[in-house]
């Protein structure tokens, strides 16, 4: 069955250094999302992708932030200097339709900022 | 804006009880609904959803859930729990009419069967 995976499983940073933190979505899947969890809080919405472009960014998505598809299998999150409060789980999910909006998720990457 | 609401934090029940998980939501309009399972180290997996019709529906591994359109509740249901049921659950609702379809997740209920 596909899935969605994404490295690394867990990242250590130093605050202010710069993270890619890399998904694979499920292949034929055309809608792609970041979303964070912050321990013990909920999971958030960060960003929506479709069409090669941003379709919906939540307030926590700022200028410190961005996201790529490079070639056409990965789709990639970008911290450009790292914060404290950045530490968070971050999962990647992808979907094949907007209308059932069924999407499926990554394991996730464990994000620490020292 | 939207939100969802789990009032259930954490959850201990023997094997063979009965669950309820409670998930309100608010947003006036139509509203997709789904509950996801976390079991321990594992990712985040869809249990079940809801679209349109039915407002029962059921999902994998014995569990259900009701739509009360009128309580803006989407309440979780197992007749039985087992052990392997011991997991983080959650909530979530896409909002259609907003034209956006990222999905608003509830805080979570941690649910431990003891055997």
């Known amino acids: 069955e596909p899935e969605v995976t994404q490295t690394p499983s867990h990242q250590v940073t130093q605050m202010g250094q710069e993270v890619i933190l890399r998904c694979v979505p499920i292949s034929n899947h055309l809608y792609f999302y970041w979303y964070r969890q912050i321990l013990g809080q909920k999971v958030e919405f960060l960003v929506s992708f479709y069409n090669n472009e941003i379709s919906e960014k939540s307030e926590i998505f700022d200028d410190q932030f961005s996201v790529e598809r490079p070639d056409g299998s990965n789709f990639t999150l970008k911290i450009r200097s790292t914060k404290l409060e950045d530490s968070a789980m971050y999962f990647c999910?992808?979907?094949?339709?907007?209308?059932?909006?069924?999407?499926?998720f990554g394991p996730g990457t464990r994000l620490t900022v020292l | 804006a939207q939100s969802v609401s789990q009032h259930n934090h954490h959850v201990i029940l023997s094997e063979a009880a009965s669950l309820e998980l409670g998930c309100n939501y608010s947003y006036g309009g139509t509203v997709n609904l789904f509950w996801y399972v976390q079991y321990p180290g594992q990712h985040l997996q869809l249990l079940l959803k809801?679209?349109?019709?039915?407002?029962l529906v059921k999902g994998i591994k014995g569990f259900e859930a009701e739509f009360i359109k009128s309580k803006f509740s989407f309440n979780l249901r197992k007749p039985s729990v087992q052990w392997s049921d011991t997991a983080e659950y959650f909530c979530?609702?896409?909002?259609?009419?907003?034209?956006?379809?990222?999905?608003?997740f509830g805080t979570g209920t941690r649910l431990t069967v003891i055997p």
């Open positions: 979530a609702v896409t909002a259609l009419l907003t034209g956006a379809n990222n999905l608003f």
């Open positions: 809801y679209f349109s019709g039915d407002p």
């Open positions: 999910a992808s979907g094949g339709d907007r209308t059932y909006n069924e999407q499926f």
